[in-house]
């Protein structure tokens, strides 16, 4: 009686096994063509996969100081141009869907030169993203960062300045001539005057020198108000020219 080889670790599967296999992910790749995947990212829906700080989809930063130092990783990849775009497959969208877990509010100007999260390379669901022209502050953006901190428990908060801003720009030029400006531009401007004045007599560059300003009032502004209690908030600046976010806790 002759006996079969016994087939090796190495031995390449046979062509039934091979057809069985192309078959499956076929019919992957289809299903997920129909619900608008990718092809490519076909077979690596099914189970959760790690950001980049190594955490997958359903968890987040448990802390501030994680949570800052995602951020920090994720500006880092940006301003080196290798970003990795996360969170933005099919299954994050269905995820967040049907609930939000932001690790991080960031409270920015509306420069279409700073959006949160190209600059922190994130994805959906992962950062809650408040902007006025020049940070500035009212009841909606208010409640909108106690909204972010109370019910939906972000643990970090950023004001985030950015250079060569023109709200800034604006508020120096009010306060140097004198000249309201007009409309509604004219709160905007009131609002930052003081940061203007008070970095006037300052050395170096005026409005620069008013954005720092503007983010540390901000800041400290936010962490007097008890209902940001449960809450980090930092400052930040974001460079135009290199893409590069420095933080500022105080």
């Known amino acids: 009686m002759t006996t079969s080889p016994r087939t090796s670790p190495s031995t390449p599967p046979t062509a039934p096994a091979v057809s069985r296999r192309r078959a499956v992910l076929t019919l992957t790749a289809a299903a997920s063509l129909a619900a608008g995947v990718p092809a490519a990212r076909a077979t690596t829906l099914t189970s959760p996969t790690p950001s980049p700080s190594g955490r997958t989809r359903a968890e987040k930063p448990p802390t501030a100081a994680r949570a800052l130092a995602e951020l920090r990783a ?12 996360p969170h933005e497959d099919a299954a994050r969208r269905a995820a967040v869907a049907v609930s939000q ?15 949160p999260e190209l600059v922190f390379d994130q994805g959906l669901g992962d950062l809650l993203a408040i902007r006025s022209a020049g940070q500035v502050l009212d009841e909606a953006v208010l409640g909108s960062i106690q909204f972010g901190v109370t019910e939906l428990g972000v643990p970090l908060v950023v004001v985030l300045g950015h250079e060569r801003c023109g709200a800034a720009t604006a508020a120096v030029e009010f306060v140097r001539t004198g000249k309201p400006a007009e409309g509604h531009l004219a709160r905007l401007v009131e609002e930052i005057a003081p940061a203007a004045r ?3 007599a300052l050395p170096g560059d005026w409005v620069e020198n008013t954005v720092r300003a503007n983010v540390a009032r901000i800041r400290r502004r936010l962490a007097r108000d008890e209902a940001f209690d449960r809450a980090l908030i930092v400052g930040a600046r974001f460079d135009l020219d290199t893409g590069k976010v420095a933080f500022h806790p105080s």
């Open 198 to 200: 008070e970095t006037r």
């Open 74 to 85: 994720g500006n880092a990849r940006f301003a080196a141009l290798r970003q990795l775009h």
């Open 101 to 115: 877990h932001p690790f991080a509010l960031i409270l920015g100007c509306v420069d279409s030169r700073v959006p």
